[in-house]
């Protein structure tokens, strides 16, 4: 069983303007706050944190959490998982380019011949 460390509420300021992704600012704005990570000596903010972690997740196969605790990814599709979850989030989406201007995809897909429909 995992234990709780209680913490004081880290007080996060609402924008002052209308904001589309809600969770993602507030989640943003928490990571600004500073944690001590007990494996590492060393405060710094959940933001930076977040991002060791993933990456070692990633590289390793396993992480610290900042209380010292490993946590081991052990199946291939949770690994894969988190390797895309990165990929998307440090590149961005792929960008599909088409240089189909005009052409029915469709027709040539199916092995239809153009000229003759």
Known sequence: MLDIIQQKPQQIQAPKEEVKRMIAHLIREAGKGELFVEAMETKMPYARYLAIMLWDAVTMG?????????????????WLDLVKFMAQHTDGPAIIENNFVGINIYKIYSGIDEDRV
Not at 62 to 78: M, N, P, S, V, Y
Request: aromatic share 12%; hydrophobic share 40%; glycine share 6%.
């Open 62 to 78: 396993e992480f610290l959490l900042a209380d010292g605790r490993k946590i081991q990814i052990t199946e291939f599709k949770d």
